[in-house]
């Protein structure tokens, strides 16, 4: 294969302006919505928290949504919420983001990773059969991309194990696997507003939850261990101390952000849809003649993304990596994705390399993400494709 040399970079596309893989939108709708939680009476968990929440809640079909301050601590909250915590293990994808497996670490619990399968990036439920123990309580599948892993797998695993199902769909706002909001599928979700994310308060996330019950431990947990947020509704006439918790509660400052995001929810979106369908439209023929593969599209009715990550998958190392360099300089910020946990120095000295993971290695080594936001300019995103078409 041709591409193992970098295409000379022209003097034209050296004195273009780099083209980012990502940026927010963020304008004076965002800075008016934070000029009003600033003249407020709280800065804390007030109005705009209580407002965002119940707009998820409508957006997501779901019971309950607490604002926390990252998905991180959304999925710490969850896996308290729902009891999971030591002598216990929870089987998660390697192929994530380190949040992932720091949030079962830190409730005590203990990491078994599983490999995925290279059409959704997803936990492969085959392997996951595969690696589950007497003390595995939990499945935590990721959604990676916005693309629902193999829901109805797991989701038949889980049911025959009685394992509880958290989801990292950190990614997944406003994706869909069969009609249900991605997050919603299992006993609880995780999303993040981190600002490389659809729709961001810089640094935020979500915790939701399909009942009561599990809502409650997690409300409590998210404001140190008090019953604060039931005093506040005037359920109780003061509060005090009822369990052990942790202060993830976000700020209102940033719930306006988010707010002022919502409102920009379906033109995020519509931007972001308009880039990917440029890229298949422009690279399609391509990436068929030279054998690289790009995010699988399923019936509206089984899967339906959001366009948050446009990535391709090359035949080899070599070609990935050649790809990314002469991207780079033609000014175009690709650039690959996870290191595979289990191979990273903390998996390594916890012992979570000695069971292979092929699928995960291969894939990691070989995937590329283009640039994927709703600012893009067409001829940025021709710039893409035609830097892309030149790079093999």
Not at 239 to 244: F, G, I, P, Q
Not at 279 to 304: C, I
Request: overall charge neutral; some cysteine; aromatic content about 6%.
């Amino acid at each position: 294969m041709r591409g193992a040399s970098i295409p000379p970079v022209s003097a034209t596309a050296s004195s273009l302006k780099p083209i980012a893989l990502s940026a927010p939108w963020i304008d004076e709708e965002e800075g008016e919505r934070v000029r009003q939680a600033l003249a407020g009476s709280t800065v804390g968990n007030g109005p705009f928290c209580q407002k965002v929440e119940k707009r998820l809640e409508t957006l997501l079909g779901i019971h309950r949504v607490l604002l926390t301050t990252s998905c991180t601590h959304a999925m710490e909250l969850a896996l308290l919420a729902l009891g999971v915590g030591p002598g216990q293990s929870v089987v998660c994808p390697s192929f994530t983001f380190v949040s992932t497996a720091n949030a079962i670490l830190r409730v005590g619990a203990r990491v078994v990773f599983a490999d995925i399968e290279e059409r959704t990036l997803g936990l492969d439920p085959r392997d996951v059969e595969r690696r589950l123990e007497k003390d595995t309580t939990a499945l935590m599948p990721v959604h990676y991309a916005g693309v629902a892993a193999e829901m109805d797998g797991l989701l038949a695993i889980a049911e025959a194990r009685r394992l509880k199902v958290i989801e990292d769909a950190a990614h997944g706002l406003g994706a869909r696997f069969r009609g249900r909001a991605l997050g919603t599928l299992g006993q609880a979700g995780c999303f993040s507003f981190h600002e490389t994310k659809n729709i961001t308060c810089g640094e935020g996330g979500a915790a939701v939850f399909p009942d009561e019950e599990s809502a409650q431990r997690a409300e409590i947990v998210r404001e140190k261990g008090t019953n604060r947020s039931a005093f506040l509704r005037g359920q109780v006439d003061k509060y005090t101390w009822v369990a052990e918790g942790s202060s993830y509660v976000l700020s209102d400052v940033l719930a306006a952000l988010l707010d002022a995001q919502l409102d920009k929810l379906d033109r995020i979106q519509a931007g972001r849809a308009r880039v990917t369908a440029a890229y298949r439209d422009g690279l399609g023929a391509w990436a068929e003649r030279h054998g690289v593969h790009m995010p699988a599209l399923d019936d509206a009715a089984l899967r339906q993304g959001n366009d948050h990550i446009f990535h391709l998958l090359y035949p080899t190392g070599a070609a990935r990596d050649a790809a990314m360099a002469a991207l780079r300089a033609a000014g175009v910020m690709a650039t690959f994705h996870y290191i595979p946990l289990h191979s990273s120095p903390h998996g390594r000295s916890l012992g979570l390399d000695r069971a292979p993971l092929p699928v995960t290695e291969s894939v990691a080594g070989r995937l590329l993400r283009l640039p994927l936001h709703p600012r893009l300019t067409d001829e940025e995103v021709a710039r893409v494709v035609d830097a892309v078409l030149r790079s093999l």
